[in-house]
């Protein structure tokens, strides 16, 4: 644990390795997609969309180890939620994204699927009496997600491109080394975050959905920004929806194998889920392409959203 004197400068620390690992990590990725011949796309859903996933990952589960229900799922719902609006918004004003048809024939909808397996399930009792079925559910469901990615990718790769084996080792080095320097800033930022935050006597929900929602998501925020500003539009977009489904299926179906989620007294902030989740849907399908101006609304958005969280709840709840 960070010290208080030591919070500031563990952030500040935080934003320099964030900011280092996710260009090493955006290069890595691009070229090594080049050489074996597989869209970055698949590359990002997959790899960084597992790699950017990690701090959600340690906190979540870490969480559920230590039987706390309300950082453990308040911090997926959240991050969810800021990786679509916040993300994406801040990623599509630094340059707009162009979004293809296959994205929203394929990936939008895994995504999509994803969020109302999770409202169901939650309905169900499949993440509070019977989470441990639950559980085994979403672990399934996310085998059988990276399944369906790597038959896709063995299918698209060129067999007749030559892989410059050392080179292409060279690359996924640098992938792994981006994901490492963005993790480990993304700890620093969440536990100066967190003690920051404890220091101003915040609720854990609130800390965990917001707080720490936003710092978990800090690596997906830097990725696809770098991603936007380099023209990687496939990077910028699949990260984040990569992302909402490891968030989904792979951490909260380990977190649910430890301890009831209580989501049954979160179903308010899943439906805020489902419906940004569809608003998403509705920017994408009309024009295949986030703009700056949509990129702000989906900014305008998420600030009504932190306002809820730290206003609005204490007022119907």
């Known amino acids: 644990m960070i010290d208080l004197y ?4 563990a952030f500040i620390v935080g934003v320099v390795f964030i900011y280092k690992g996710s260009d090493i990590l955006v290069d890595g990725t691009a070229k090594t997609a080049v050489r074996l011949g597989i869209s970055t796309l698949i590359i990002s859903v997959i790899l960084i969309g597992f ?24 911090n997926i719902i959240g991050s969810c939620i800021a990786n679509l609006l916040l993300v994406l918004g801040v990623a599509a004003i630094i340059r707009p994204i162009k979004i293809k048809k296959g994205i929203i024939k394929r990936e939008f909808p895994i995504m999509l699927g994803a969020t109302i397996v999770l409202l169901v399930s939650s309905f169900l009792g499949l993440l509070d009496k019977y989470h441990l079925i639950g559980g085994i559910l979403f672990l399934l469901l996310f085998t059988s997600f990276v399944g369906y990615y790597v038959l896709s990718a063995r299918k698209e790769r060129d067999k007749k491109k030559k892989i410059d084996t050392e080179k292409t080792s060279k690359n996924l080095f640098f992938i792994v080394l981006g994901i490492i320097g963005v993790v480990a800033g993304a700890w620093l930022l969440i536990e100066s975050a967190v003690i920051i935050a404890e220091f101003l006597h915040i609720s854990p929900f609130i800390i965990a959905i917001s707080i720490v929602a936003v710092g978990t998501s800090i690596p997906e925020l830097v990725v696809s920004s770098m991603a936007a500003y380099k023209n990687e539009h496939d990077i910028a977009i699949g990260n984040v929806l990569g992302s909402n489904v490891f968030n989904i299926f ?9 301890i009831p989620l209580r989501a049954l007294g979160s179903l308010t902030h899943l439906w805020i889920l489902l419906a940004v989740t569809l608003v998403m849907f ?7 392409s986030i703009s700056r101006k949509e990129g702000v609304f989906m900014l305008s958005l998420y600030s009504v959203f932190i306002w809820y969280t730290f206003f609005g709840y204490s007022l119907f709840f």
């Open 6 to 9: 030591l919070a500031l400068p």
């Open 51 to 74: 790699g950017t996933s990690a701090p959600e990952f340690a906190i979540s589960v870490g969480a559920a180890v230590q039987n706390n229900s309300e950082i453990s799922l308040g």
């Open 250 to 258: 792979l951490i909260l179906g380990f977190a649910s194998l430890f």
């Open 282 to 288: 509705l920017i994408l399908y009309t024009g295949h």
